[in-house]
């Protein structure tokens, strides 16, 4: 699976059960969310300002996409938890299945960001960014074309804590 | 890593907090645990028992392991989760990093089971169970020698439904 097909396969309106283990306190957050993701044209004026902001080519950026999320957690219940970002992949021209990924806001400190994604053998999204004072590290692989999952961990920039841990299942809707 | 380097990475006392997500409802269940995993010699009359029954010469096996655990859910708050079992891989003379799992007790259907494991290149142990109506598909990596993640999916025996998604994050206790 290339960064095409993983984007392609992603396409689409998700249900969203995402559990995130505070680990210092052992405390459990359980959050329910409808996330879409919706393919950019490569023209679109968000993608071209993205790749200006981190001086690539708009030309050798593929598959662009938006991602939206509207949800709720059991820790803030009044809180609606929600967002939308732009996601820009960069394949490296020298290493088949690695690269870049563009993002126009990142959720652990709410900024741009670039990361460094990768695609293992057995079809597994990676995907590594660093903040200034945090390190995110993700992990997304498909079950069946209906069914995602995602790990995603926070640790501390030195990188050897883990501060939060989080699982999404990821349920395509078919409406 | 291979197979006795993985089970080596294993060893300890750990703390768990596990997050299991019941697709068709869209219910979170949270249990927290202690996992403890010891080495067994491979003269241990268990290890030597569960070769037989799966007709395993005993010489084959490596790394056997006793894997215990007690905890609490916040479905069943009167009712202690806790169990034991004994694990035993049978590398595949064959093919590297992969194998046969044993175990005298499957945690899905509570019944003796064999798995088919492997190792992928980044260092994820994968293991694959089926039983008479269910399937079980594991994914056990370390983020750091003190930080294991684990993800388990319940499927129904065609394979294609997910039915429970599981997300455990361990912590090694040094006490």
Not at 31 to 46: F, G, N
Not at 50 to 72: E, I
Not at 121 to 147: C, H, M, Q, S
Request: proline share 4%; glycine share 6%; aromatic share 10%.
């Amino acid at each position: 699976m290339d960064i095409t097909e993983f984007v392609a396969a992603s396409i689409g309106r998700w249900r969203s059960q995402r559990s995130a283990h505070h680990l210092a306190f052992g405390h459990f957050e359980a959050i329910q969310s409808e996330i879409d993701i919706v393919p950019l044209s490569i023209e679109d004026a968000a993608v071209i300002d993205l790749c200006k902001t981190y001086n690539f080519d708009p030309k050798v950026a593929v598959s662009p996409f938006r991602m939206s999320w509207a949800g709720q957690s059991d820790w803030e219940e009044s809180e609606a938890v929600q967002g939308t970002c732009v996601l820009v992949p960069i394949p490296d021209p020298n290493q088949a299945n690695r690269g870049k990924l563009l993002r126009d806001q990142g959720y652990a400190e709410e900024i741009a960001a670039v990361g460094d994604y990768s695609l293992t053998e057995d079809g597994t999204f990676v995907l590594v960014t660093a903040y200034d004072r945090a390190a995110a590290e993700e992990k997304i692989w498909f079950v069946n074309p209906n069914v995602r999952c995602r790990v995603s961990l926070i640790k501390t920039s030195a990188g050897t804590g883990v501060v939060t841990a989080s699982f999404s299942s990821e349920i395509r809707q078919t409406s």
